[in-house]
């Protein structure tokens, strides 16, 4: 099993940035790829950004690209986001998630954190 828990979201103004991290434990040497998703309120949850657990190959949606950075430091077992230049339609719950066979359609992946809220006022 694998544990997953999202931290640093938060309120913040359009065009700030926020940093996002997915602290893992448990059976982690298992994992193949970390991924972020996002549900905003009555919309189904979307892809954001994967990442292999080598960190050398990386993808992102079209609405996040050139803003959002997804990274991995193994050693300790973290995962970022780094989310700049941030809009008002970024607001939403933040998934952190492990071993995604499928990032369409919500997702189908084994592991799944609590969430993290953030809001971007406008």
């Known amino acids: 099993q694998v544990q997953l828990v999202e931290s640093g979201g938060g309120l913040v103004q359009a065009g700030g940035s926020l940093r996002l991290s997915c602290a893992a434990s448990?059976?982690?040497?298992?994992?193949?790829?970390w991924n972020w998703f996002r549900q905003a309120p009555g919309k189904e949850r979307e892809f954001v950004a994967t990442i292999s657990w080598s960190g050398g190959s990386t993808d992102y949606a079209d609405s996040v690209k050139g803003r959002f950075t997804i990274s991995t430091e193994n050693a300790k077992n973290t995962r970022y986001l780094q989310m700049n230049s941030l809009k008002p339609e970024d607001t939403a719950v933040y998934y952190c998630?492990?071993?995604?066979?499928?990032?369409?359609?919500?997702?189908?992946?084994?592991?799944w954190g609590q969430g993290t809220q953030v809001t971007v006022s406008s």
């Open positions: 448990g059976r982690t040497y298992s994992i193949a790829n």
């Open positions: 998630a492990a071993d995604c066979r499928r990032v369409v359609a919500g997702g189908l992946c084994d592991y």
